[in-house]
């Protein structure tokens, strides 16, 4: 049996822990030997098993573990330490370790899945069952501030890598028995977990299940982080518009907890995800909120007319200078006729070719070496824009005109609505040089006509604009805190006031 | 989709009524008014809204007494079996006729006013396709992309009538009976067709949330489409006068040619996308209700995936007119004048009816 054990596991080299359903054998050597196959030990050289003779009871033990996971400190201090001192000759294991908490289990299986997480198995002769030391230790860095959603006002803590981190900076905030922290496994072989964050008094059942179903519904190897798991769970995945709201501030995911949302949170996730998503949730910031009434109104006025900036700026050129040249004062109108004398291009090639090289700039920002990057900016702005205003290729009003659109397109925070404008900005871009006006105004009653058909987990992605619901209006504009009264009613909140 | 899975709510319901009958005051349905009316065109929309709350009244009561039956049901309920079915097709064919002339009229404002140049054929097309795309959409989607871009068309209709009235003469409305009172209250009588839409609207009124709704959309609906009709034909005449307001064919893109606002001189660019957003969404509306109609006629239960094969013989249709400033203009105002007393008096049978079958049952 070992042999066919051997030789199936050779196959599938990566999960040979899959063959191991039996139950716990009482033999010692038996049962060591099989978590040592399971392991490859020794070619795998973190695996560590560290055998030792229990005093008192006089029976022979082992602790296996991932060294690299474990906290070797707790192990050695509360288990072992306790374990070989041991005189009492009629006691259970568990009085004889001073862990802070320990489990059993039945089946290899099931102790593997502990030993991956970081935690000890320690196998005792004669006995079927194996016991779990809890000393898991993952590395990762600490709390940190985050880094693409800052603000000036406000908490300045942001989710790590460490799931379990993440989780208590949640219940920092929310210091209440109804959060519940659920948690299940996604995906087979590498075992992710993912943990479902919610307010059982608050959050819809129906709501939950979907969600729930959604997430066991995976049949897949492995999902590392939440930007995967995100692209999972969405529904329309080739759709333009984003339907999962991704964020790394902790006191965002809480505030939309509260209003009945759901929040998943994954190891090695820097972030989380909320869900359901509407328009509005990407449109807003975390200090919306947190500046007084006029001031976060204000901000988001500024953070509209930047949508609009960064979507039409460049498409109504285009459709102005090619199709409608009387709606231009004629002073203005002589002005750029005067620049574009020289320009061999038509208005939408020279606004596609600087648009492309704004983008361009963006990545390459975005993905050059530190220390090579204020190279970029001598580039992007005497190279591309002086250069290329000398050189005729295009003229002086289109840098300014993309220059403006790009800047605008900075003020929309959200990564995922970010790029769904600039995507979007191109689709106009075309349809002015096509048919001026015309075309702009078909994309954009298309483009709501698709908006409003969109979904995210069953919620209207306009709502509460339209369809309405019962909430608190915080669309557009927010309302004065205390006037926030109602959670939103598109979530069906098993209670929707808040004050 | 097929049948509205959810109901649209009173503001949806509302906004898709005045995409109906409000932006009429700008095509040729001022042009037709002033044709017989003179200066006092802008009396036609009151007095033919005085002539048709009979009508719509009727209907809203209609829709109360059988608020848990289906509006196609009420036809066939009230009219007998073949009646029914006469009168509801007679009532699709109208509309569908309505929507191709329609259609025509709202391209050929684009193609003269806006863009001479590009064919005729590809800014139809593009009409049509954006307005079947939406209709394809179904009614929610319809009545949400209403409701969240109304106000802000709403509120540059009022901006440029605000501008053109500034830039206009009062003395121009004297005096104020035009061609005399009879005559006013005569034609405005035949054109009370204007408000035709409304029993289509009829028909969706199982898909909006509850008849109360339906009933105060409808009245709201009706009497601010009433004053933005009447408030900027009050507007192109005062602008024009009446001799040129009677030969213009699209007085609203006249006017908002003639505005000016400080620097700025030539203000119809800003103008016409807010325009046509009305307009894509308004022939959104027609394609989904004469779809919705046909489809229930002939018992077809997906009805969407007809809307391509209609749109493109619409798109046919509408093409053959020649020279449609002038032939569609004539063809609308023939079609109008028969329709107006279906309108009128549709509502009033059915409503007669109504009340001797429930006497009878009782």
Request: proline share 5%; hydrophobic share 50%; charged share 20%.
């Amino acid at each position: 049996m070992m042999k066919r054990l051997f030789m199936k596991s050779k196959k599938k080299q990566i999960s040979p822990k899959t063959d191991h359903e039996q139950g716990v054998d009482p033999d010692f050597d038996v049962t060591l030997e099989q978590f040592k196959k399971a392991y490859f030990y020794p070619v795998n050289t973190d695996f560590t098993v560290r055998n030792l003779h229990i005093g008192g009871i006089n029976k022979r033990a082992a602790i296996v573990f991932i060294n690299t996971i474990t906290d070797i400190q707790v192990i050695n201090e509360f288990a072992i330490d306790p374990l070989i001192k041991n005189q009492e000759q009629n006691i259970l294991i568990e009085d004889i370790i001073t862990i802070q908490s320990m489990e059993t289990k039945n089946t290899i299986n099931d102790a593997t899945l502990d030993i991956n997480n970081g935690n000890a198995a320690l196998i005792i002769e004669g006995e079927s069952k194996v016991y779990i030391l809890n000393a898991s230790n993952f590395e990762g860095r600490s709390v940190e501030k985050p880094d693409n959603e800052s603000v000036v006002k406000g908490p300045k803590e942001a989710f790590n890598e460490k799931v379990f981190t993440n989780i208590s900076l949640v219940r920092k905030r929310i210091r209440d028995k109804n959060l519940i922290v659920e948690s299940s496994i996604i995906s087979k072989r590498s075992k992710n977990m993912v943990y479902m964050l919610y307010l059982k008094d608050i959050a819809n059942e129906k709501l939950l299940d979907n969600v729930r179903e959604r997430v066991n519904a995976l049949d897949t190897d492995a999902i590392q982080n939440l930007s995967l798991l995100e692209q999972y769970i969405e529904e329309r995945k080739y759709s333009i518009f984003p339907s999962v709201l991704y964020t790394e501030r902790p006191d965002r995911a809480v505030s939309f907890l509260e209003d009945g949302y759901i929040v998943l949170l994954m190891e090695n996730s820097p972030d989380c995800l909320v869900l359901p998503a509407t328009f509005w949730s990407f449109f807003h910031s975390a200090e919306d909120h947190y500046l007084r009434f006029p001031y976060g109104n204000f901000t988001r006025i500024l953070r509209m007319l930047s949508f609009f900036i960064t979507i039409f700026t460049s498409a109504i050129y285009v459709a102005v200078v090619t199709y409608h040249i009387g709606m231009i004062p004629p002073d203005l109108l002589l002005a750029i006729a005067a620049t574009r004398e020289k320009v061999p291009f038509p208005a939408l090639v020279e606004i596609v070719l600087m648009e492309i090289a704004f983008e361009l700039i963006r990545e390459a920002g975005l993905r050059v070496p530190t220390p090579i990057g204020p190279t970029i900016g001598i580039v992007g702005a005497l190279i591309l824009g002086q250069a290329a205003v000398q050189a005729n290729l295009v003229s002086p009003i289109v840098v300014i005109v993309v220059a403006l659109g790009g800047l605008s397109s900075f003020a929309v925070g959200d990564i995922s609505m970010n790029f769904t404008v600039r995507l979007i900005r191109f689709l106009f871009i075309f349809a002015a040089g096509l048919f001026g006006i015309y075309g702009m105004t078909a994309v954009f009653v298309m483009g709501m006509f698709y908006m409003v058909s969109l979904k995210s987990f069953g919620v209207p992605y306009l709502s509460p604009l339209t369809p309405s619901y019962q909430s608190s209006k915080d669309t557009l504009f927010r309302r004065a805190i205390p006037k926030e009264a109602l959670r939103p009613g598109y979530l069906k909140p098993k209670d929707i006031k808040k004050r | 989709m097929g049948e509205p899975k959810d109901k649209i709510g009173l503001k949806e319901y509302t906004a898709i009524a005045l995409f109906l009958i409000g932006i009429k005051a700008t095509d040729d349905v001022p042009a037709m008014l002033f044709d017989s009316l003179k200066n006092a065109g802008w009396m036609g929309p009151i007095i033919s809204g005085l002539i048709a709350i009979l009508p719509l009244f009727l209907l809203l009561d209609i829709a109360k007494k059988y608020q848990s039956k289906n509006s196609i049901d009420i036809f066939y309920h009230l009219l007998g079996k073949y009646v029914g079915f006469f009168v509801l097709f007679l009532l699709w064919v109208a509309g569908f006729l309505y929507i191709v002339l329609d259609t025509a009229t709202y391209s050929d404002i684009v193609a003269t006013m806006y863009f001479p140049r590009t064919p005729a054929f590809v800014l139809y097309a593009i009409l049509v396709g954006v307005s079947a795309y939406g209709a394809k959409r179904g009614l929610e989607h319809i009545g949400s992309v209403s409701w969240a871009v109304f106000p802000y068309l709403q509120a540059t209709l009022l901006f440029a009538i605000i501008l053109t009235i500034r830039h206009g003469n009062s003395g121009f409305l004297f005096p104020i009976f035009g061609p005399g009172e009879w005559e006013v209250i005569k034609e405005s009588t035949m054109s009370v067709s204007i408000y035709i839409d409304f029993l289509y609207l009829f028909l969706l009124f199982p898909y909006v949330k509850s008849v109360k709704d339906f009933k105060k959309g409808t009245w709201i609906a009706f009497f601010i489409a009433l004053f933005n009709l009447a408030i900027s034909m009050v507007s192109f005449v005062m602008i024009f006068d009446y001799n040129t307001a009677m030969s213009l064919n699209y007085p609203y893109h006249e006017a908002i040619r003639s505005i000016t606002i400080g620097f700025l001189t030539n203000l119809e660019t800003f103008f016409f996308p807010f325009w046509l957003i009305a307009t894509d969404i308004k022939f959104a509306i027609y394609f989904y209700i004469n779809i919705f109609l046909f489809g229930k006629l002939f018992k077809i239960e997906h009805f969407e995936y007809i809307i391509p094969a209609f749109a493109t013989l619409i798109l046919f249709l509408g093409l053959i007119p020649e020279s449609p400033t002038f032939s569609v203009f004539h063809m609308r105002h023939f079609f109008g004048q028969i329709l107006s007393p279906v309108f009128f008096f549709l509502p009033i049978l059915l409503w007669v009816l109504a009340n001797v079958k429930g006497e009878m049952r009782k």
